[in-house]
């Protein structure tokens, strides 16, 4: 909680901000930067989109129904609804003149020494940025080095051009001829088993017949709460 300062705080405060009278007066200038490409895609499909919507042929919708389904509430709402109605009654019932008045006191918080001379800072700071003056900058000219290579970069150039050399020049006739040898592993009698009983089994899945299926009924059944376990409830949200 901020405290309010003493007399003799109070007048050196009041003189760091009269010393502010020093402060320049600094004209805002307006910017209107141009979009960038990102803007204009974005806004050239938020248009293609629009357009989209307007054209659109409502005709092409199909006609639905909605199927209204009455949810009876459980206990726990039941209880919550039940809470809420006694607390607006509460409130609706309660007495204003139990209140006690109060008065409020507005507090002025003046800036400390340290809050001024940071905007005295920035202040001059801006100035200073508003007010330089590019001509004194000095014209610098780059100086671009040619780097030689050393002696393990032309070594491994000469390695690589005398492997490129001997790919060239390799003769061919020197290869020995090779036949292929092509083997054709027939399969086990575990593995023909496994893949009869799988043949076996698509074919039971394909001919399955539905009309042997029995037609079920499904009961939805919603129990509602019993008056012991209404009063049960209540007594354990009091």
Known sequence: MATTPTAPEHVKLMGDISKGADLKHVQAVEKNPLPSQQDVVQEKAHQEFLEGVNKFDS???????????????????????????????????????????TETVEKVVLPN????????????????????????????????????PDTTMLAEAKHEQEHCDNIKKFNRRSLKRTESIEKNILPDAQIIQQEKQEAEMRNSIEGFSRNSLKKANMVEKNVLPSKAEIETEKKAKA
């Open 113 to 148: 020494q340290e809050d001024v001379q940071n905007e005295k800072q920035h202040q001059q700071f801006l100035d200073g940025v508003s007010r330089f003056d590019p001509s004194t900058l000095q014209q610098t000219q780059t100086k671009e080095r040619i780097v030689l």
């Open 59 to 101: 005709s092409k919708l199909n006609h639905a129904e909605t199927q209204e389904k009455v949810v009876l509430p459980d206990t726990s709402t039941i209880v919550k609804e039940k809470t809420e109605n006694e607390l607006r009654e509460r409130i609706g019932s309660f007495n204003k003149s139990e209140l006690s008045h």
